[in-house]
């Protein structure tokens, strides 16, 4: 949501705007931040109205991201699928790189190596259920449609 004002303070700036699946990163990040509310102690009427007004306001981010990186030329901004860097995270960052101009020396593309089979292996601890809370699949989708069309997502 900074993107305009980091503009206006750095004119020359590069954007990367990581995409999850609104119906998979909303319930993730409203499950997340209810257990951190919960654990410091939060009244369960205060955790719920919050984790419902967290929930809106990402389904605005979704439409603002889009429109931001659309008011930059692609040499200025990458949108990077979540999906993607959690598959092949190596490829993603070599792409960004490309995107950027950025040269990619020895040290870093061994690290990116090491990343990548760290990435293979990893298996989230997060159990979340993706009904469970936020705008729910089919209002996301109704709300959200050009953006599932532009980016592939299905309902």
């Not at 993107?3 to 590069?14: C, K, S, T």
């Not at 981010?61 to 659309?70: F, T």
């Not at 293979?120 to 809370?133: K, L």
Request: with cysteine.
């Amino acid at each position: 949501m900074k993107v305009r004002v980091l503009r206006e303070f750095f004119p020359d700036a590069r954007f990367v705007f990581m995409l999850r699946h609104p119906a998979e990163s909303i319930p993730s990040l409203v499950d997340l931040m209810s257990w951190y509310w919960r654990g410091f102690g939060s009244p369960p009427e205060q955790v719920e109205a919050t984790a419902r007004a967290l929930a809106e306001a990402n389904v605005d981010n979704y439409r603002a991201m889009a429109e931001q990186a659309d008011e930059l030329p692609p040499d200025r901004q990458m949108v990077v699928d979540y999906e993607a860097l959690c598959r092949d995270p190596k490829a993603v960052v070599e792409a960004l790189y490309a995107r950027f101009g950025f040269p990619i020396d020895a040290d870093y593309a061994a690290f990116l190596e090491r990343e990548q089979i760290a990435a293979a292996r990893f298996v989230s601890g997060h159990d979340y259920d993706p009904e469970g809370q936020g705008p729910g699949r089919e209002r996301l989708h109704r709300e959200l449609a050009p953006l599932y069309a532009r980016f592939g997502w299905k309902p």
